[in-house]
């Protein structure tokens, strides 16, 4: 309630009381005290002025005998100091002398007034004028203060009445009375009314009020520090409706254009222009509906305060670009004049100042940017270059010059690329942005205003930054038709020397400009070469300067070589460079290339090949050109698809490669095992008898098979061909249907036996599972446990029954691994753990027990985060893991997803009953107990998980959901008895988490209402909405509670009090749907109702539906 104070005397008490019940009756929420009705006898006189201090509303009724008072004169007093307490003074019949001074209106100074105006109710015929005014001034400063509550429930009620008077050509004054006065004091209104608004008349109307002044400020996310939220005027889309409609309605555009100015020119508490990109967006928009001789200069002169923005400006900087200013390319000089304003604008260069840790990263403390993102500058000076530069002024180029200049230090700053290149992505660096721009205007200019463009020509040539001298070379190039003449002035003064000397700057511009002097005369001739000289003399090194001096005439010898004696002249120095050469940028065009580079054979060519030609061939080529190819890697990558294509190609005679490349042997092989996993028979034996050959030498080991270094996957050495064999093995004994014959067993573990050498560690390992994925030692270890899995396998079948299933030899080279602490065998077995338990149970209960006197340090790391990465948890190896489970909830390990593993698997301990919730003893528990709000959200989203494989009806599912609901059960009465305020930010995401288990729940009953009714106002922390509105329509189909409709319909109304979750519509509507139809109509209005009110209104026409008027 609002506190309102009314401070008057006894003798006024008939006015006051008549005041008191009006201001009830309006139920704008005053809470009303009134001194001589609230204070009674024996009362602590302090009450009174308790009261005004508490009051948020404070009316004095000023008459000839209370102002006497002087508990009127304190109360008031006390008001007037309060910074919270707003006066509404009442005059009834009072003298102006009798006024007290801090309420009489008087001038303090020429230009200052002070005191209050008061509402005059002396005459009792003009009470109820007086009154509305009063009513009116309360009420506005509610609105203003946020106090007034928002109440939705007659929405689409009120709704159906405002819709009968926007539908009116001509409102009455009492309608237009009533939507200004009453409607579009409430957001949810002011949307609606906007939205469907788009009668002109309505403009002046709106414009005598507050709505069309308005540009609501950025707002900080409460949620997200430096974060803001952009609002939204609501009006703006009516002045858009209304824009496309007044062409010719001259006060209605006056009546715009006004309000445009007035709301661009607002301000913030700073003396800010307020930065609201949406509104600057609608105002392009307006424009663009407008004829242009309507929109003055004054207006067009509004856009640099629509670009300066903290925010990003894409939205209003895109329409301003590729609409606006082709708007005014027109033949009228007038609109010429609004363009070049608006060019102006469009190319301004602000600078940002980084925060203090961003200058420490990057070393600098600003930098300068385009106000208008480059990308929609490129789009709209590609498109309109050309006819800015025919019909707008030079002061355009002048304006584009200085903004150059500004960003140039030194100066050969902006010479380094050619401007002949196109740019091909966005150019963010606003210099080169401005390049473009100003190249392709003035390129334009000179073809169609050669003296014009001659004079800037002119300027540029004299300037101190050699861009304008290379910009004006490029130009002249371009058009050497129209500006020979000026180039042989130039080139005869002093700036000749100057433009040779610095032809590394010049290069492509210069280049081309020199091709096309044709033909030239004996005296120029004589000019260039008196120029050239004396030129590059100026820029020689001291290291090498003959050959340096030599070199840059040559390149400029080449651009003029169209001409004999220049062509002469080339051939000579070329007999000192002995290169040929020509001018280019100082730093040419980026090139880039992903891959090994293109292959010096077709794999057709190889295929053809013998085996012998083959081997030769790889024995003697090597990479061409890194950059153009032909490359050893390009080789390599065509080398594996033949072996790929036709396995037995090479199979049958693998002798030829006994010597090759260690990337070319990796290749062949690593395309055998492609063949096998597309079923293509090998002949296994041929390939483990190459395989033994080619690692049985000391060339191998050495690594004397490398092919080059630093190369794409050419610096191949011997531990690529031990991976890759590993690989093969493992591909040939994975799958029992398309496996290698078991009479190779023996051969291949003497292969594995004899690689798996001891491996040098020279790197910290954080991730052991992808270190031992990678390392040829892992790929080993995984080809060995694969075979042995095989071998057991096959016995099996042949109904050998031996236990262990396998052999000494497999269990005492893994046991030879571990005691060199390799740690890919630590891996390994955690990785393997189940599929070693199958092989030798006993073996494995040693090494979990083993490894248990380890924990913390690297090697059990490494084995817990093979193990916990295992997808399946069994059983037997849970209970025999248990120790190592519960040490590894105090662990820190370095990758977070072993944390999360951790917990789902004592989650599947719990819902398979080896942990129970309250034992002490429980793993699970122990998380409980802990309560680290990631662990309980990893449960949660753990649990949620399960709703794929828990629906299908069996005793054992109907015990999991149970343990699910228990745990739910168990956060509930964790948190039931916290309000909003003591639950912490994760906790209120656990709440939102923990209601997607609601997906479990067979019915809503007491028990479960509590829980959703708890959780639903946090279901949009996480974006857990959806799912929360989803599994709340699956629940209205459950049980035959005819509580249900009840619980259901608050439960959703205690949602979407704080947020509007929008999606799913479907289920949405659907909840409403069933509402309606089962006896929740009041609950549905109101859902309905705040929707509408908030802006979304998908839900009107079942409202409708269901409130027909009768």
């Known amino acids: 309630m609002i506190k309102t104070f009314i401070n008057h005397s006894s003798t006024d008490h008939p006015f006051v009381e008549w005041l008191k019940t009006k201001l009830e009756r309006e139920k704008l929420g005053l809470d009303i005290f009134v001194d001589d009705e609230s204070v009674f006898v024996g009362d602590d006189p302090q009450k009174m002025i308790d009261e005004v201090k508490k009051s948020i509303i404070f009316i004095p009724v000023l008459s000839n005998e209370s102002v006497k008072k002087e508990f009127v004169q304190n109360e008031l007093k006390t008001a007037n100091e309060s910074e919270t307490t707003y006066i509404f003074p009442i005059k009834l019949k009072c003298d102006n002398e009798n006024i007290p001074r801090i309420i009489k209106a008087e001038f303090t100074a020429f230009d200052k007034v002070e005191g209050k105006i008061y509402e005059d109710f002396s005459n009792e015929k003009e009470w109820e004028i007086h009154y509305e005014h009063l009513r009116r001034a309360i009420f506005n400063k509610i609105v203003e203060l946020g106090l007034l509550k928002e109440d939705s429930k007659d929405f689409y009620q009120d709704c159906e009445h405002l819709d009968l008077i926007i539908k009116r050509e001509d409102p009455t004054i009492l309608e237009i009375k009533t939507v200004i006065d009453v409607y579009l004091k409430r957001e949810s209104y002011q949307r609606h009314f906007f939205s469907k608004l788009s009668n002109v008349k309505w403009l002046k109307y709106l414009k005598l009020s507050d709505y069309l002044k308005n540009n609501p400020q950025p707002v900080e996310a409460q949620d997200s520090p430096g974060s803001f939220i952009i609002p939204q005027w609501h009006a703006l889309e009516y002045l858009e409706k209304v824009s496309k409609q007044i062409s010719s309605n001259q006060e209605a555009l006056g009546d715009l254009l006004q309000i445009v100015k007035s709301v661009t020119h607002l301000k913030d508490a700073s003396g800010k222009h307020v930065d609201n990109y949406r509104t600057w967006y609608y105002f392009v928009k307006i424009l663009l509906n407008l004829p242009n001789e309507k929109i003055t200069e004054e207006v067009i002169n509004f856009i640099p305060i629509w670009l300066d923005s903290k925010f990003d400006t894409s939205v209003p900087g895109s329409e301003i670009t590729t609409k606006l200013l082709p708007k005014f390319l027109t033949d009228n000089p007038e609109d010429i004049k609004k363009a070049e304003k608006i060019i102006e604008s469009i190319t301004a260069i602000k600078t940002y100042v980084f925060s203090e840790e961003r200058a420490k990263i990057l070393g600098e403390k600003e930098e300068k940017r385009l106000v208008v993102d480059p990308y929609w500058l490129k789009e709209a000076f590609d498109k309109h270059a050309v006819i800015i530069g025919h019909k707008c002024s030079k002061r355009v180029i002048e304006d584009l010059a200085n903004k150059i200049r500004d960003l140039l230090k030194q100066a050969e700053d902006g010479t380094y690329e050619s401007f002949y290149e196109e740019p091909e992505h966005t150019i963010r660096d606003p210099l080169r942005m401005l390049t473009l721009i100003l190249r392709k205007i003035l390129s334009a200019k000179a073809k169609s205003d050669v003296n014009t463009t001659e004079k800037i020509l002119r300027d540029f040539f004299g300037d101190k930054y050699l861009f304008f001298h290379k910009m004006a070379i490029y130009i002249i190039g371009q058009n050497i038709d129209h500006y020979s003449p000026l180039f042989w002035e130039i080139v005869e003064s002093e700036t000749g020397v100057l433009i040779m000397g610095n032809a590394l700057y010049f290069g492509d511009e210069l280049k081309y400009l020199l091709k096309n002097l044709k033909p030239l005369s004996d005296e120029q001739r004589k000019t260039l070469n008196f120029k050239i000289e004396p030129g590059i003399k100026c820029h020689i090194t001291k290291e090498d300067p003959e050959k340096y001096f030599a070199l840059f005439k040559q390149q400029i010898y080449e651009a003029l070589s169209h001409d004999p004696y220049f062509k002469d002249l080339y051939e000579e120095m070329k007999k000192i460079t002995n ?285 817990m985060d093979g193990y916990l990465s295992i997808g399946t948890v069994y059983d037997e190896i849970y209970e025999l893991m248990k120790l190592h489970y519960q040490y590894s909830l105090s662990y820190s390990f370095k990758e977070k997803r072993n944390q999360e593993h951790l917990v789902q698997h004592i989650c599947i301990g719990y819902l398979r009953d080896h942990e129970r919730l309250y034992d002490p003893d429980s793993l699970f528990q122990k998380i409980i107990d802990a309560w680290k709000p990631d662990q309980i959200k990893e449960i949660i989203g753990f649990f949620w998980m399960q709703r794929g494989s828990l629906p299908e009806s069996s005793e054992e599912n109907e015990k999991m959901r149970e343990k699910i609901i228990e745990f739910w059960r168990l956060v509930y009465e964790r948190y039931k008895l916290q309000d909003e305020n003591s639950l912490t930010q994760e906790n209120k995401k656990i709440l939102s988490s923990i209601s997607k288990l609601a997906v479990f729940l067979s019915k809503i009953d007491t028990e479960s209402y509590d829980w959703l009714m708890f959780s639903a106002p946090y279901v949009h922390e996480d974006f857990n909405s959806s799912f929360f509105i989803e599994y709340l329509n699956g629940l209205k189909d459950k049980g035959d509670n005819k509580e249900k409709v009840k619980y259901i319909g608050e439960i959703y109304l205690k949602m979407i009090e704080k947020t509007t979750p929008d999606f799913d519509e479907k289920h949405i509507r659907s909840i409403i749907e069933y509402l309606y139809n089962s006896g929740g109509k009041e609950n549905a209005d109101k859902i309905c109702n705040i929707y509408g009110s908030r802006g979304y209104e998908f839900l009107r026409d079942i409202y409708e539906k269901y409130n027909v008027s009768k």
């Not at 594996?640 to 006994?658: S, V």
């Not at 050419?714 to 014959?741: K, M, P, Q, Y």
């Open 579 to 863: 290169v040929d050469t020509e001018l280019h940028p100082a730093i040419g065009k980026f090139k880039t290339r992903w891959g090994p580079g293109p292959p010096p054979l077709t794999k057709e060519e190889i295929l053809r090949m013998t085996n012998m030609e083959l081997a030769e061939f790889l024995s003697k080529f090597r990479t061409k050109d890194s950059w153009e190819g032909p490359t050893v890697g390009g080789l390599s990558d065509i080398l594996k698809e033949a072996a790929k294509t036709d396995p037995d190609k090479f199979i049958d005679d693998l002798n030829p490669f006994k010597d090759t490349g260690f990337i070319y042997v990796y290749r062949i092989l690593d395309g055998l095992k492609e063949a096998w996993k597309e079923k293509k028979v090998i002949s296994w034996g041929k390939v483990f008898e190459f395989i033994t050959l080619y690692i049985n030498k000391e060339t191998f080991w050495d690594d004397e098979y490398i092919v080059e270094k630093g190369e794409w996957l050419v610096g191949a050495n011997h531990e690529w061909v031990v991976g890759i064999i590993a690989e093969l093995i493992e591909e040939g004994t994975r799958d029992d249907s398309w496996a290698f014959s078991e009479d190779y067993f023996g051969k291949v573990k003497e292969i594995i036996f004899y690689l798996l050498k001891e491996p040098k560690e020279d790197e910290e390992i954080t991730d052991y599972v992808t270190h031992t994925l990678n390392t040829s030692c892992g790929k080993l270890i995984s080809a060995l446990v694969n075979l042995a899995l095989r071998i057991g396998r096959i016995n099996d079948k042949k109904g050998v029954k031996t236990e262990p299933r396998w052999s000494e030899e497999y269990k005492n080279k893994f046991d030879e691994i571990m005691d060199k602490k390799i740690i890919e065998a630590y891996t390994s077995l955690g990785r393997f753990l189940p599929n070693l338990y199958y092989l030798d149970k006993n073996w494995v209960v040693d090494k979990i027990e083993q490894v248990s006197t380890e924990k913390g340090s690297e090697y059990w790391q490494a084995f």
